[in-house]
C-alpha cells in the first residue's frame, strides 16, 4: 500500500509542479501586476464570494461517493444518473441563493457580472471534482493527476492569448481572465466526464426521490463540515473588501500572498484525494495504519516546514521580485500567511483520516469553533491592522484546528508517536532555522542563499529519518522492475 501511494503520490506531485508554478507566477501573478491591485483586489473578494456557498453544489456527495465507490466499484454504475440529477438542482439553488444574497449585499451591476460568470465557473468546477471522485476511487490516479491540471493548462494557453497577442493585450481586462477559466473548465469537465462514462457500465433507471433524499441524508455531515471549513478560509477575504475603506486595495495586497499559500495547499489537497480512499478502505479491512500515516505525515511535515521558513526567512526578496508595488508591509502579510501552511498541512492528514473513519460529528464540532474563532478574529483585527490582521486570524486559527485534530486522531486511532519522533521533529524545525539565520548571512545572491537552504535543510529531514530515503528508493526499484 505504501508503494502504490508513493509511486502515485510522485506522479501526481511531479505533473502539477510542471503546471501549477507556471500558472501562479506566469498567469495570476502577472494578471494583477497587469490590471492593478485594487481591480484584481475586487476579483479576489468577488471569488472568495462565489466560494463561500460552494458546498451546496456538492453538498458533501463527492465524500460520500469517494467512500462509497472506493469501498465497492459497482456502485458507481448504480448512483451515476441519481447524483447527478441531484448535482443539477444543488446547481439551480446555490446560483440562486449566491445572486440574490450578492444583489442585498450592496455589489453594483459591474460587480455581479462578474460574479454572475465566476458562479458558473465554481458549478464547472463542481462537476470536475464530482468526476474526478470517480476517478479517486476507482484508483485511477495518474489520469486523476492530469485531470487535476488540465484546466489550469488549458486557462494558461488562453491567457498567454489574451495576454500577449496584439488583438487583445492592450483590452485586457480582468473579464477577459474570468472568461479564460470558463472555457477551460467546460472543456475539463467534458473530457472528465467522458472518461468516468468510459470506465463504467452506466444504469439508466428512473430518478428515485427517496434514492436522492438517503444521499442527501448521508451526505449532509460532509456538507456542513466543507461549508464550515470554506467559511474561515475564504471568509477573510470577503471581510476585508467589505470592512475597509480601501478594503479593494487591502483585499489585492492579501490576494498577492494568499494566491501562493492557495498554491501549496494545492499538494496538500491532493495528498489528502489519494489518501482519503486509501484509508477508507484499510478501516474497512482493518488493516493497521501506523505505517501509511507515519509515513505521510512525516512527509507533510518536511515538505510544509522546508517551504514555510524558507518564504518566511526570504519574505521581502519574494515579494520584491513578484510585485513591483510590494512594500514591507506585503511581506510582512506573506511570511505570516506562509507559516500557516504548517498547520494546515497537518490537518490533510488528520482531518482525511477522520474523515475515512466518519468522524463526522467531532470534525464538525472542530470546524464550527474555527469558524467563530476566525470570524471574531477578524471582527477584531481587520479593522485595527487591515489585511495582516486578516492574516494573524488565519494563522491563530489554523494552528488551534490543527491542534485539535491531532490529538482527537491520535485518540481514536492510537497510531505510533512517542518522545522520539516528538524529538526528531523538533531537531528538524530547530536544524532549519538555524541554516537559514547562516544563509542569510552568506555574501551571495539571495536566490542562492534560498537554494542552498533548501537542500540543506532537506539533508537534515533525511539525516532525522523524516524522509525514509531507504525505503523511497526500494519503491523506485520495485517500480521500474514492475
Known sequence: MRKKFATNLIFLFAVNLIVKPFWIFGIDRVVQNRI??????????LFN???????????????????????????????????MVIKFFLALFYFMLTFLSASLSGYNDMQLKMLLVLLINQILLSAVLYFRSNLAALQLFKIDSVISVLDRLLTIGFCLVLLYHSAFKDSFNILYFIYAQTAALFITAFVAGLI????????????????????????????????????YY???????????????????IYAASFRLLDAINQFGFLFATLLLPMFAGMI???ENLNQLIKFSAELMLVMSVIVASNCYFFRNEIMNLLYAQSTAYWSEIFGL?????????????????????????????????????????NLFLIPKYGALGATIATLVTQIIVAVIHFIVAYRQFGFDFDRIDALKISGFIFTCIITLTLATKIQVNWATEFVLSLVVSLLFAIIFKLIPINQLFVLVKAKRAS
Open 36 to 45: 492593478g491591485t485594487t481591480d484584481y483586489g475586487l476579483y479576489f473578494a
Open 49 to 83: 464570494y462565489s466560494f463561500l456557498f460552494s458546498i451546496i453544489l456538492d453538498f458533501g456527495i463527492n465524500n460520500f461517493n469517494n467512500r462509497a465507490v472506493s469501498r465497492n466499484p459497482k456502485r458507481l454504475g448504480e448512483y451515476w444518473l441519481n447524483l
Open 196 to 231: 468516468v462514462a468510459g470506465r463504467t457500465v452506466v444504469r439508466f433507471s428512473i430518478w428515485k426521490m427517496k434514492f436522492s433524499k438517503k444521499i442527501l441524508l448521508k451526505s449532509a455531515p460532509f456538507a456542513v463540515l466543507a461549508l464550515l471549513m470554506g467559511i
Open 234 to 252: 475564504r471568509i477573510d477575504g470577503v471581510m476585508i473588501e467589505r470592512m475597509l475603506p480601501d478594503g479593494k486595495n487591502e483585499a489585492g
Open 284 to 286: 474497512r479491512r482493518k
Open 337 to 377: 500567511l506562509m507559516i500557516t501552511f504548517i498547520p494546515m498541512s497537518s490537518v490533510f492528514i488528520f482531518g482525511t483520516l477522520l474523515t475515512a473513519h466518519g468522524s463526522l460529528k467531532v470534525l464538525n464540532l472542530i470546524a464550527v469553533a474555527g469558524m467563530i474563532l476566525n470570524i471574531c478574529l
